[in-house]
Nanobody
């Protein structure tokens, strides 16, 4: 019914930058919020950044000043600009969307995850 497609993962050196994008498509009436979560090996999944339908943003303390979440140019798309990357940013990054589908109940949808490795 709803699909989230993530792009932009990869390998980068410490101090480098990457840009992730996530596009939601399918049976979407409206989107309440979208965001990025990450899960490092052996760790719990954690919030990285979110943006609400009103444009409010929130960030994990660990990424404030380095990451920026924004609405993308395409419809139902968000971007995550990641600068000054650190080895501790290494994780699988997941896009999540809080969606009101057409004709069914509101729920969260998740992308498949994209790997970010920050290493020299």
């Amino acid at each position: 019914q709803v699909q989230l497609v993530e792009t932009g993962g990869g390998l980068v050196q410490p101090g480098g930058s990457l840009r992730l994008s996530c596009t939601a498509s399918g049976n979407i009436f409206s989107i309440n919020a979208m965001g990025w979560y990450r899960q490092a090996p052996g760790e719990q999944r954690e919030l990285v950044a979110i943006i609400t339908s009103r444009g409010m943003t929130n960030y994990a303390d660990s990424v404030k000043g380095r990451f920026t979440i924004s609405r993308g140019n395409a419809k139902n798309t968000i971007d995550l600009q990641m600068n000054s990357l650190k080895p501790e940013d290494t994780a699988v990054y997941y896009c999540k969307a809080d969606i009101n589908p057409l004709g069914v109940s509101r729920r969260d949808y998740w992308g498949q995850g994209t790997q970010i490795i920050v290493s020299s």
